[in-house]
């Protein structure tokens, strides 16, 4: 059985700094893991993502201020945020697929989901 945990959010004032870590358990290597958010009344979003080949791929409005890694042997995925925006704020979810096959911000190939981490920055 797959677990995926978040932590990590909080909040912080515009211009600062977070990073919010995934661990996830049962999760084959080669999956592809990926971090979303979802803001109130706003459908959710992809933020970052790292396939197999390694590329990461980010979403329009954070990429140049987040950067996203991978630790495969420890089944981690951490999200570096800097340059927070008030828009940034948001639930945080970290999503796994089922393999590697598939790397970007679709969710229908995402099976498995974590519950959350809660991101508020304030202007």
């Known amino acids: 059985q797959v677990h995926l945990v978040e932590s990590g959010g909080g909040s912080v004032q515009a211009g600062g700094s977070l990073r919010l870590s995934c661990v996830a358990s049962?999760?084959?290597?080669?999956?592809?893991m990926t971090w979303f958010r979802q803001a109130p009344g706003r459908e959710r979003e992809g933020v970052a993502t790292?396939?197999?080949?390694?590329?990461?791929k980010y979403g329009d409005s954070v990429r140049g201020r987040f950067t996203v890694t991978r630790d495969r042997s420890k089944a981690t995925l951490d999200l570096q945020m800097d340059s927070l925006k008030p828009e940034d704020s948001a639930i945080y979810y970290c999503?796994?697929?089922?393999?590697?096959?598939?790397?970007?911000?679709?969710?229908?190939?995402?099976?498995?989901w974590g519950q959350g981490t809660q991101v508020t920055v304030s202007s």
């Open positions: 999503a796994a697929s089922l393999g590697g096959w598939y790397s970007g911000f679709d969710e229908g190939p995402y099976k498995y």
């Open positions: 049962g999760l084959l290597k080669q999956s592809t």
């Open positions: 790292i396939g197999n080949h390694g590329n990461p």
